[in-house]
């Protein structure tokens, strides 16, 4: 069943991965074969078996499993090998920290390998750089099948199931692919970044992502897209899944599987490692890799599947390997992803000042802000909270430069019978008819800090964003230098809250609102022109993860 986009691999994409394993994983050891030639000629008897334990990603540890079954005792270094199924994070985790650490490891994809060395800056032997391999797909039912022509389109597919990155490289895959299009584009990987923070805000609202089958199996029955392994779509194919795969032209990431000796250095480590390239001869064998064939799995060098013994193709036919040039760059969008699934908590504080009632066009700034406001409130899951305030001088009565239209509240809750959201629509179509007065900018964002830090939530990003076409024209309110000072004197670090703030129209003090930003660590945008407004709560969720 060949992928409608599959691409013919190139030379040069061919060994884009071993290229990026050798860059990815520079400082690991890859053992050679005498090891495991010197424990095969003791002989065919064991008069005493080590036990080693071997954390497989789920994907692959049911195969691995069978094939060590099968593999008698001699064959594996006079060693007995317990597979368990272990999530690649999960993994990854106990060998950095050293606790409990698997003897043998098999993560879905090199990444982990590469993160485990840098993370604890200590060598990793490599038994085998990958046992078998396979692309990421993106699956639909078979006439619901979309078209898409670069890994960044299919981000941004409706009902795209992605899983959690954060734990797994087929949900990473499609970033991964995306950033690899992108290269070394600044401006590309920062579109990859936004396509992400819908992604990453629905994944927020969801806190038990359903697994790579889970997601075909919700695809067979509501429809949709999901991004899976082929393995995972040939295996689920053997039921009779009316499901078909794709990907784009530019090509897939592969998951490559290597097996790493990850037992701590000490008198069991040499036995890992013979009982590591065992595990790896037999792997590789015609039988292991006809085991691992059937069960959906490329070999490491990525060829396509063979056909059933039917005749029936598997699989999506010939597909070219997308590599990762920065591997970095790829580590910081996954942990400002890490950040951006966490639900927000904000206060937005609007500018009602008599500019805001200057023409833009066929509408005015307030209209042009309001909109733009309202589509962005779609961005937030339900699970997010979020309050509103209109400030102008004396908005509040007497000194108070601002006016609390609705508190912060989660947006699905109930408030006398509608939702927090809709009340947040509601008052916001208000806003208008608040316009007039100066500009009370510097008191009210620093009763917005207090406000929003007085109710911190450590299970939220917590931030004030700001909306303002000009500067502080309150004469009685505190200076600039005060602002400054009390914000960075009240800023704890156990529990930080951010201000971002938008500028609207080259009118806004753009110099002022990146100093109130930077005092909390966030960020500050302008929109020089009020159409630009419709991307500012995507900036504003970015800002939470440090761009």
């Known amino acids: 069943m060949p992928g409608r986009h599959s691409a013919p691999q190139t030379a040069s994409s061919s060994t884009g ?54 593999v008698p005792a001699e064959d594996l270094g006079c060693a007995s090998i317990e597979v368990t199924a272990t999530d690649s994070g999960e993994a990854s985790a106990a060998v950095s920290m050293g606790s409990q650490p698997p003897s043998l490891w098999i993560p879905d994809s090199s990444l982990w390998v590469g993160k485990t060395v840098r993370a604890t800056g200590s060598l990793v032997d490599l038994a085998s750089k990958s046992v078998a391999t396979t692309p990421a797909v993106i699956a639909a039912r078979t006439d619901e099948v979309p078209f898409f022509d670069s890994w960044l389109t299919a981000l941004q597919l409706k009902g795209l199931r ?41 994944q927020a609202e969801v806190k038990n992502e359903s697994d790579a089958a889970s997601r075909l199996d919700e695809v067979i029955e509501d429809g949709g897209v999901a991004v899976v392994s082929e393995q995972t779509l040939v295996r689920h194919q053997v039921s009779g899944a009316d499901l078909q795969a794709t990907f784009p032209p530019t090509g897939s990431f592969f998951l490559d599987f290597p097996l790493a000796v990850t037992e701590p250095d000490g008198d069991r480590h040499e036995g890992a490692k013979a009982a590591g390239l065992a595990l790896a001869d037999a792997l590789g064998s015609e039988t292991g890799l006809a085991t691992l064939s059937e069960a959906g799995f490329r070999a490491p060098d990525m060829a396509p599947l063979t056909s059933s013994e039917a005749g029936a193709e598997r699989g999506v036919g010939e597909v070219a390997s997308l590599g990762i040039a920065d591997q970095q760059t790829a580590e910081t969008v996954l942990r400002r992803y890490q950040v951006l699934a966490m639900p927000s908590r904000a206060l937005v504080i609007e500018d009602v000042s008599g500019s805001m009632g200057y023409n833009a066009g066929a509408d005015t700034r307030i209209e042009l802000t309001v909109q733009a406001n309202q589509t962005g409130i779609g961005l937030f899951p339900d699970n997010a909270a979020m309050g509103l305030w209109a400030f102008s001088i004396g908005l509040g009565g007497g000194d108070q430069d601002y006016r609390e239209l609705a508190p912060i509240r989660r947006l699905d809750e109930d408030v006398d019978g509608i939702s927090q959201r809709e009340v947040l629509m509601q008052q916001m179509r208000a806003l208008p008819g608040l316009v007039g007065g100066g500009t009370g900018l510097y008191d009210t964002t620093l009763a917005a800090f207090r406000q929003v830090k007085e109710g911190y939530d450590p299970d939220f990003i917590n ?18 230098d005060e602002l400054l000072e009390t914000l960075r004197a009240e800023q704890d670090p156990t529990a930080p809250v951010v201000i971002v703030t938008i500028g609207i129209t080259e009118d806004a003090d753009a110099a002022v609102l990146q100093q109130i930003s930077a005092a909390t660590g966030g960020s500050s945008y302008l929109a020089r022109n009020p159409a630009e407004i419709p991307n500012v709560f995507v900036n504003a969720l970015k800002a939470r993860a440090g761009r």
């Not at 520079?26 to 065919?44: E, H, N, P, Y």
């Not at 959690?164 to 970033?175: G, H, K, Q, R």
């Open 17 to 70: 991965l071993l290229k990026y394993v050798v860059i990815a994983v520079v400082a690991i050891v890859v053992i050679v074969g005498g090891v495991f030639a010197a424990q095969k000629a003791l002989g065919s008897g064991c008069a005493d078996t080590s036990t080693y334990t071997l954390a497989a990603d789920p994907a692959i540890a049911e195969v691995v499993t069978q094939v060590v079954a099968d």
């Open 162 to 202: 992605i899983g959690n990155p954060l734990t797994n490289t087929t949900s990473d895959a499609p970033i991964l692919g995306a950033l690899s299009e992108a290269g070394t584009d600044d401006e590309a990987v920062d579109s990859v970044e936004a396509a992400l923070v819908p992604i990453a805000q629905a």
């Open 463 to 480: 931030s004030v964003i700001v909306f303002t076409d000009g500067s502080n024209e309150d004469p009685d309110s505190i200076s600039l």
